[in-house]
């Protein structure tokens, strides 16, 4: 596997989870900076700030700082909680992951083709690199909700997206024979932010190594689900 000397990759190898630390420093900021702006505009008459563009901007941005803590704080404590839930299941079973990938949900492709539950609240978000190809977990299930083989992989590319403000947002697209399967993967476990593009494709390397390393080792085996 190619080498990537980050922390981070190595976390991920590990399945380990990073500190919490940045995150609560984060939301601490986030929370602050809100407050402190909804306390100045409401001590400044609050609605007056409606007159112009520039004024209307500057009251909503205090307000924004705030979702964006709540928001914050909520999806780490989901996310870690699914993710550790997911992490000892894919542990327990017969293969040993060498990568563990977190995404979030919102899949883009045939996800029926791939055997994934249309209902987001069933959907994976964790996917697991090992001797047999990929396996996409969630908390539920003893065993993966979906299994990509190496034989049937063709290869793991770029995937570009569209955001909300309408800028391009590279994530993960897995090409095998079911069809293309796009994911957001995200760069640590328990976190809900979507990797930045360079991380996306440090990740994109290194599931493509492991292919290579693991599709032609002698011990690689065919399909592991029933």
Known sequence: MTSVPEPWMQRLRE?????????????????????AGVALELSHGGVGGFGDGRS??????????????VALAIGTARYRRRDRAAVERARAW???????????????GDLAAFGIPSRRRDRPT?????????????PARA???AEVRWADLHDVEPDERRTITGQSAWSLAVVAGAGRLGMIARPALGSPLGASARKQDDLL??????????????QARGSSLA
Request: glycine share 6%; net charge positive.
């Open 56 to 69: 209307t901007r500057s009251f909503l941005l205090p307000w924004v700082l705030l979702v964006a803590a």
């Open 94 to 108: 017969q293969v040993r992951p060498r990568l563990f990938l977190p995404a979030h949900v919102n899949l883009r």
């Open 143 to 145: 065993e993966p909700v």
């Open 15 to 35: 399945g380990a989870f990073p500190p919490v630390g940045k995150t609560v420093v984060a939301v601490a900021v986030l929370g602050v900076l809100g407050l």
């Open 205 to 218: 390397r290194a599931v493509r190594s492991l292919r290579h390393e693991l599709q032609h080792a002698p």
């Open 126 to 138: 964790l996917w697991t690199v090992d001797e047999v190809g990929l396996h996409a977990w969630t």
